[in-house]
């Protein structure tokens, strides 16, 4: 099973950890890093790289961050690049989150990445024109002849 790490700025990690058990129930090799203001970036480095060492079954990590090129983005980034098997996605959404819990046992990490880098995309939508689409659509008749 791949291991997650989700880490961003407040309580970003947090908040996904309520959200994503809501929807996925609690999971196992998952681990939330919040990153506060009290903390210094060398903290919360190492503080990744214990959650690194928690998640880690022989399948490899996912890193989700919330801000490309964030605090967490970087420190995730500097475990990356030093840390076989690991890589990393920033600017992830719930949505994706909650997909990496559910596609993770099967699949490998590059495939993993793929998959919830099509989630993050499909899932940004501007609902007015989603809307408007719909209302625009031909109705679908029934075989009897009625809508």
Do not use: W, Y
Not at 5 to 22: D, E, K, R, Y
Not at 75 to 81: E, Q, T, W
Not at 99 to 111: I, K, S
């Amino acid at each position: 099973m791949i291991g997650l790490v989700i880490s961003g700025h407040l309580n970003f990690a947090t908040g996904m950890q309520s959200a994503m058990c809501a929807i996925a129930g609690q999971q196992s090799k998952v681990e939330f890093v919040d990153f506060v203001e009290s903390m210094s970036t060398e903290e919360l480095e190492v503080q990744l790289r214990a959650a690194r060492d928690k998640v880690e079954s022989g399948s490899g990590v996912l890193f989700l961050t919330d801000i490309p090129g964030g605090s967490p983005c970087n420190r995730a980034m500097n475990i990356m690049m030093d840390t076989p098997n690991v890589e990393l996605l920033a600017g992830v959404n719930l949505p994706m989150i909650a997909n990496a819990a559910f596609e993770r046992e099967d699949t490998t990490l590059v495939e993993l990445v793929e998959t919830l880098q099509e989630i993050g995309v499909s899932c940004l939508q501007n609902m007015r024109k989603e809307l408007e689409a719909s209302m625009k659509a031909e109705p679908i008749l029934c075989e009897e002849g009625g809508l």
